[in-house]
């Protein structure tokens, strides 16, 4: 129809994320009008794309026959497909497979199987791999005749007669080689790779500092499982830095639009257990009530005290959260040495700065030594707390992103009222 | 000599990655040797992959002759030696730019005039561009013979008479097209580009959505200027959230090791200047001594409040920070809007919360009041300010990422303690 050509002609021009943010944001009814104008092909393409909350995409599948859902399925990437059907419920997971091919079946399977957040988990099986003894022009006509599935032909992987990974030759090496050398006779055998069991984040830092479009993934003994695609691995970093991002401020940041009364509901549950949490802070002050009253200027510096050292267990927390998601375990009791040395440091030249602040303001040496005292050693336990908790909490395999900055700031206000009156106690005499 | 057979034989088989780890490493001396066994493209590829601190690079060049200098850097990918140049000081800057090609030296000048953290600043000159009118086999000869020097081979740009940009065709279309098609005929005409002057984060932003392996760089007339590689875009995510990251914790955090009194020399100026911030707060309660003095049970809540309103500041904080980086103007209102509301629902829940807390504990619902309105309203203040700061200062061209937690937290300390004993002041004949 008129129609059809009118839409196809405008809607096939567009960049494939346009075309996506479309598809999710039509109504039902407009979207089965796109489901009959576009070929499964094209149709399959916006599905290997969309990157709208998979539970939408799911959504998206169920409007469709089952026929027309198969069909999309089973020619989308392996990886891709795997991450769709491991969100789904149990029972919309069995209808789905179900109306794969078998061989699919299998593998999809397979990719299933691998733990959340591991190189298994984000690969794709969709590579380019050739024998060792073939010419360039033959793998050239593999590359030909596998381009319109692989999700990446530029880098084509070599393997020997027992189907062990031993090379990689580019398509740039490939278009500017000789027709009848081997792969063999100029790959790169020094491959860079990654075991399938290798955490995500590794494998992101890794590419990272290699700038490659795509690294192989291989078994402990070197057979090659997959591939990881540099977009896949740019969302790994985003995923990875949005968590730290969030953890370090205790709320979530997606970027998506919320109303207040989401957002409210998101972030009550964790305000109001550090209120909680504040309320020992409070009960603690509260026990030293007749301190207080004695001395009611002790209540001035407070605030200082827990705000300061609050702002320094942040920063050790940052740190100390950046650094072990990088760095090997060896290396992890430096970081808290350092951060508790940095600390002292801060906090004696902070201690200095606030007794003479408070000698010229208040004329009470005794009181500024109260003070100053107390602001050293809290921040220097506020350090201890921001980098040694994150560490522990990563020791017991719980992400240290979740010890959030108000998390430690709260405790920190704790352990610092607690030193401020105890310091004060001692002191009481010389103060009033 | 066999000494060189040998190094070479190890040293070339190792990941460009690798070898650069090496190379920046070793002492002078050894990098003298490696100088010398190594051609200069093999050197040349070798400082394109440096990402070490560039100081360190320029001072690789000045360990050269200047001979050997000129001929690496004449040799480098555009982006990287403009980005190495652009670092160097201006007596270096004029020494090494006179070794250079006088072609180049136009060429190298021109990118670095493109103002930082824009596209035309991270984007790179070797790019393959050929007539609409090529055919599949012309083009491919184009690639062939560009193959060495080009950054990336895998999209080839096509522009019409006038040199405008209107098509890119990539090499798996073209190695699966007929030889005798013209680029024309095949080539995808809605071309995903970027403005020479947007800003880099935007640029990095929309590739991670449409997942491309390079964008095309152009100027107000379509004409093509460059190419930003994946790699860099890589590299610029990377940055910006590490920036965003640092700015939440009011400390810098780059992988780097150093030692605590560095760390401590360069996270005190921030600290000590939220220290005197602080000290406004401290002499705002000095200020209201005379209620502590008749009521020292308020002392009790004062880092409850602080504590509770700096956390919900923190999250709008972040939340907005993340938010302005990659919306548009007219969302902000709503930003900000949204945060004030979501402020209110959180602080309502929390100041009934801590009333019958208080009132469980104290027995006195009036200052159980005198919490929760404090509370209700402190937390909506620092939610204002959280949205609010950064993003006045961005609109002032301030990057937003400067306005850390810390300081976000410290401010919300002084207007909480303010609201708070402005309302304890109102009702202290019945607190008492």
């Known amino acids: 129809t008129l129609g059809e ?11 494939r994320f346009d075309q996506t943010v479309i598809y999710a944001n039509v109504q039902p009814d407009e979207r089965e009008v796109i489901n009959r104008f576009l070929t499964i092909e094209e149709l399959c393409k916006i599905f290997d794309a969309l990157e709208v909350e998979e539970m ?16 999309i399925l089973s020619d989308m990437y392996m990886d891709n497909l795997a991450d769709l059907l491991g969100r789904m419920s149990r029972s919309d997971l069995a209808t789905y497979l179900n109306l794969l091919p078998k061989e699919q079946i299998q593998e999809v399977r397979e990719l299933l199987n691998y733990h959340e957040r591991t190189a298994g988990a984000i690969m794709t099986t969709e590579y380019i791999s050739v024998n060792q003894n073939e010419t360039v022009a033959s793998v050239m006509e593999i590359v030909r005749k596998r381009a319109s599935q692989a999700e990446i032909i530029y880098y084509v992987y070599v393997e020997d007669e027992t189907e062990v990974l031993v090379g990689v030759v580019t398509l740039r090496e490939l278009i500017m080689n000789d027709d009848s050398l081997t792969a063999k006779q100029f790959m790169k055998t020094n491959v860079f790779k990654v075991l399938v069991e290798d955490d995500q984040e590794i494998v992101a830092q890794r590419v990272k500092e290699y700038n490659f479009l795509a690294v192989p993934v291989v078994n402990t003994t070197d057979h090659l499982l997959g591939i990881i695609t540099v977009d896949d691995i740019i969302d ?33 549950p964790w305000l109001l257990t550090l209120l909680l949490l504040g309320m020992s802070t409070a009960s603690l002050i509260n026990h030293f009530d007749s301190l207080v009253s004695q001395a009611s200027i002790l209540a001035v510096f407070i605030s ?14 940052a740190i100390a959260v950046r650094k072990i998601s990088v760095q090997n375990y060896h290396k992890i009791w430096k970081i808290i040495r350092n951060e508790v040395i940095t600390g002292i440091i801060i906090g004696v030249f902070a201690a200095i700065s606030i007794t003479i602040i408070v000698e010229l303001w208040k004329h009470s040496l005794a009181l500024g030594m109260v003070v100053g005292i107390s602001m050293a050693a809290a921040i220097t336990v506020a350090n201890l707390a921001g980098s040694l908790i994150p560490i522990l909490m990563d020791k017991i395999g719980v992400d240290p992103a979740v010890a959030s900055g108000p998390f430690i700031s709260t405790l920190s206000d704790l352990t610092s009222v607690l030193i401020y009156f105890s310091v004060a106690q001692i002191f009481i005499n010389s103060i009033m």
Chains 1, 2 share one sequence.
């Open 5 to 15: 050509k009118a839409f196809r002609a405008v809607f096939l021009n567009l960049l």
């Open 56 to 71: 939408e995409t799911i959504r998206f599948l169920k409007e469709m026959t089952p026929r027309l859902a198969s069909a």
């Open 236 to 268: 790994v970093m985003d995923e990875e830095s949005t968590e730290d991002y969030s953890g370090l401020a205790g709320v979530k940041v997606d970027g998506d639009e919320q109303s207040p009364w989401i957002s409210a509901l998101h972030r009550m």
């Open 304 to 317: 200082l005290i827990t705000g300061t050292a609050g702002n320094a267990g942040t920063q050790s927390l």
